[in-house]
């Protein structure tokens, strides 16, 4: 049976818990080495990862493809710009067209519906590397990047502060996983997908919903918040206004547990969502958490080949 990673749930909470073990292992065993030397089993020798690419990107472009390059494999990097995708060809024939030239798929895109589409007619894994709707492997991720600072995650307090997005919807889904609480600061109207908040409290997690920044933040361990715009979206000053009241700064930070930790999945607006001395400060973890990208991806790949 494929194993797709469409989202967290889709590997449940031993298989998370399994991926970061094995990203901290992979991580420590690299130390000192160039980026893309191979790592020492090079467990996806001979490997092609296709990569499409519908939204621009940074950090995941280059930590897939870094990642399978240190586990040994290849990658081939398509976007609508220049591949048929932008012709019209249908995602149900790129994806039996792919599946007989590559080993898995990671796509990142808009519309979730696609990457479900994709998924259906592809006969070996596929990634989700972002939709609209959330965005898991950013999430492990975050997860290791947590635990690395020491805390563990069941019991832990995670503040989100700004736009209920699909960064938010995947931290629901872990918080339902991994058995940890989520404080969300949001403006009306701007709340995560009603049926997230459900999935996390069913769970057992409790999640707090509030229109006040400083009680989301109060007593966390962990604070995070992202973009207030998000790509494809337009830039309305309604929207800013909004969100003006809900940046992380350091009268906010305060209010969070001395050692609390500050993520941000990048790129970040500093002077929007978060101050300039908050996002350089020293609670700030925010490029250990793009570095590590490239180790969760890693762990990610290996489960989707069932070698985890």
Known sequence: M??????????????????????QDRKAARAGWPKGKPDADAPLAGHV????????????????DIAIRQLGGTSVILDSGTSQLGRGETIAD??????????AIMIRTDDHAKIEQLAHHAHV??????TDR?????????????IEQGKALPGLEVAWLGDGN?????ILEAAALMKFNVRIGTPVGYEPYDEF????????SNVLLTQDAAEAVSGADVVVTD???????????????AMAPFQVNEALMVKAKPNARFLHCLPAHVGDEVSEGVFEGSQSVVFDEAENRIHAQKSILLWCFGLL
């Open 2 to 23: 494929v194993r797709n990673f469409i989202d967290l749930s889709d590997a449940g909470g031993d298989a998370i818990a399994a991926m970061i073990n094995d990203a």
């Open 49 to 64: 990862l296709g990569m499409i690419f519908e939204k621009s990107s940074t950090r995941t472009r280059v930590s897939f």
């Open 94 to 103: 790129t994806a039996r067209v792919l599946s007989r030239m590559v080993d």
């Open 125 to 130: 894994p596929v990634i989700n590397g972002l």
């Open 134 to 146: 959330s965005h898991p492997c950013q999430i492990v991720a975050d997860l290791l990047t947590v």
């Open 166 to 170: 699909n960064v938010l919807h995947s």
């Open 197 to 204: 908040v459900q999935m996390a409290r069913a769970a057992g």
């Open 227 to 241: 973009t207030w715009v998000s790509m494809g979206q337009e830039h309305t000053h309604n929207k800013l206004a």
